[in-house]
């Protein structure tokens, strides 16, 4: 099957075995797929937990129908329309595990349920499993104009935060997160937004950040958040490394909380999706919780997908088509 491989002189199009499910796995015809960041990453060669190197097919998302199942898969047949998230996505085939995938509504496009299963899953996960989100709560989430920022900012507002204030380093981008739920939208580069969040927040600070820039604003975060608020570290795509300021996160009792699918067990990924689906999947169903498709390839193009992911000038998901 035709597949986007990483191989001795980088990522391209070539031909591997067809998958075939066993235990609890399904297979499923890919009809579309989601880009993400760690797919740039493992393009250049990167490793992303077990994932990542030569002879890797690449991609974590996709949406398309059920093919075939393995004897313990459960709660799917074959021609269903799901979403999900799993290794290998960037292909005509897919494997992943029957509880880490969801049924599609009926009226979504295979283009626009690609784009969720990473954010959405990522995102419940970070605000309201470990980050505690309640209704009337402040919440600020780094990173907000990448296509998980997005659905954060959306979920926070669903569960009725009361102020939700996001940051892009684009003034274009910036301008378009009121769009998605965010009261007030800061440059995280500017160092004056430390004092616009405290300002939108009486002076208390943030009851939760979903930070993904990490490094370099990380004592700035210490300053934006109210005391015995919380942290929750998602991603780190402004540097692993920082000045951390141990003293100012002691005396403001901050939770500071680390998450990553990375390490995380297959029952653990179910539980994931099944909180999601206990949750807010509804408001999925209700079309309140989308991403928006800055633009769509087809698969032979998927290379100048990556390129124009790159070049960082889109707001929202980058989709590939089958």
């Known amino acids: 099957m035709k597949a986007y491989v990483y ?3 980088g990522a391209a199009i070539g031909d591997v075995p067809k998958p075939s499910p ?9 009809k579309a797929c989601g880009l993400n960041r760690a797919d740039l990453g493992m393009t250049k060669g990167h490793v992303h937990g077990v994932a990542g190197g030569v002879g890797t097919v690449l991609g974590m998302e996709w949406a398309g129908e059920i093919a075939e199942l ?4 459960r709660g799917v047949k074959v021609g269903d329309r799901v979403m999900g998230s799993g290794g290998a996505a960037f292909a005509e085939f897919a494997v992943t595990d029957h509880g880490r995938l969801f049924h599609m509504p009926a009226s979504m496009s295979f283009e626009d349920a690609c784009t969720l299963p990473v954010a959405i899953t990522t995102m419940h996960n970070a605000l309201v499993t470990n980050g505690g989100l309640q209704s009337g709560q402040s919440v600020l989430i780094q990173g907000a104009s990448s296509g998980v920022g997005l659905m954060a900012l959306q979920i926070a507002r669903l569960k009725g935060a009361k102020t939700v204030i996001g940051s892009s380093t684009d003034a274009a981008r910036r301008a378009r997160l009121k769009d998605f739920g965010a009261d007030l939208a800061i440059d995280s ?10 300002k939108a927040t009486g002076g208390d600070g943030v009851d939760l950040i979903i930070d993904q820039i990490s490094g370099p604003v ?6 934006a958040t109210k005391v015995m608020g919380r942290i929750v570290n998602v991603g780190r795509l402004g540097g692993t490394h920082g000045d951390f300021n141990f003293d100012l996160h002691a005396a403001r009792r901050i939770n500071y909380i680390g998450v990553t699918f990375r390490t995380r067990s297959l029952q653990e990924i179910r539980d994931i999706f099944s909180a999601v689906r206990a949750d807010i999947w509804p408001a999925v169903e209700a079309g309140q919780l989308k991403l928006p498709i800055d633009k769509v ?3 032979d193009d998927i290379g100048t997908a990556f390129d124009h992911m790159e070049a960082n000038k889109h707001l929202g998901k980058i989709v590939v088509t089958l």
């Open 218 to 223: 990380a004592n700035q975060n210490l300053k």
């Open 297 to 299: 390839y087809a698969f």
């Open 22 to 30: 066993t235990g609890t796995q399904v297979l499923v015809k890919v």
């Open 189 to 198: 580069k500017d160092a004056g937004w430390v004092d616009q969040v405290l």
């Open 7 to 9: 191989g001795a002189n």
């Open 70 to 73: 393995g004897p313990q898969a």
